[in-house]
């Protein structure tokens, strides 16, 4: 198992006020955990599509949005997150220039995914006046839907569907990004349970720590060694 905080994680006091009322300061202080493939597996072995359920010698069980709010922190209430995906790259140059004021770093393989390495070193470099903390804020939650929250395979990018709900920096907060959490959860455990698939994207965060949470016989550290839980629960 590998737990690795991101060490750019010591916010501008502006920029972790911005974070806090949009809802996403709790998650932006979870490291990255990996590693438990075993576990991952055994999970996805139990996981069936039809009912969204993990089934278990003592019942079915699931993740639910009580869960989410109590690992990652996030908002529950709000609008749902929806709209068109396009995939060029005239719309992803178009929309990054609007958000970030400049052209990303794209995939080689597919121009409609951003490096992440390369938001996270932009974000440092910015200035600390009153546009470029807007910017640098946008890069902050930018980071951590594909790092943390709606993760791909890789985990070393994310895709331009998000950028056009970071664009109005005041409703930014307005969006029910838990409720898109758990979705994206569900979608990738039902990808991960086709027999023709050998990969999952990872939300693994949300499911290591549900499964040490509700399964403590199952988790690599005794609880009563831990700290007292408190949110986010994937802190401790």
Not at 16 to 26: I, S, V
Not at 113 to 130: C, F, N, Q
Not at 171 to 196: G, Q
């Amino acid at each position: 198992m590998v737990c690795k905080l991101d060490p750019l994680q010591t916010w501008n006091p502006v920029v972790e006020n911005y974070l806090r009322l949009m809802g996403f300061y709790h998650v932006s202080r979870i490291g990255v955990i990996r590693g438990f493939y075993s576990l991952l597996a055994a999970l996805v072995e139990r996981w069936r599509p039809k009912t969204h359920t993990f089934v278990l010698p003592v019942g079915e069980v699931t993740v639910t949005l009580e869960d989410v709010a109590h690992i990652f922190g996030l908002p529950i209430d709000g609008e749902p997150m929806s709209g068109w995906i396009n995939n060029s790259s005239d719309f992803l140059q178009s929309q990054s220039i609007a958000i970030f004021g400049r052209k990303p770093e794209v995939s080689s393989s597919s121009k409609s995914y951003i490096k992440l390495g390369s938001v996270r070193r932009i974000r440092d470099a910015e200035p600390l006046d009153t546009e470029s903390i807007r910017r640098k804020v946008r890069y902050s939650i930018f980071y951590l839907l594909g790092s943390t929250l709606f993760t791909d395979k890789s985990t070393a990018y994310a895709h331009a569907k998000y950028l056009p709900l970071l664009r109005d920096f005041e409703r930014i907060h307005t969006y029910s990004w838990e409720s898109a959490c758990l979705a994206h959860l569900y979608r990738a455990l039902c990808r991960a349970s086709r027999y023709d698939t050998k990969e999952m994207d990872d939300p693994l965060n949300l499911l290591f720590v549900w499964a040490w949470e509700r399964m403590p016989c199952i988790a690599p550290i005794l609880r009563q060694t831990l700290p007292p839980a408190e949110i986010p629960v994937a802190m401790r």
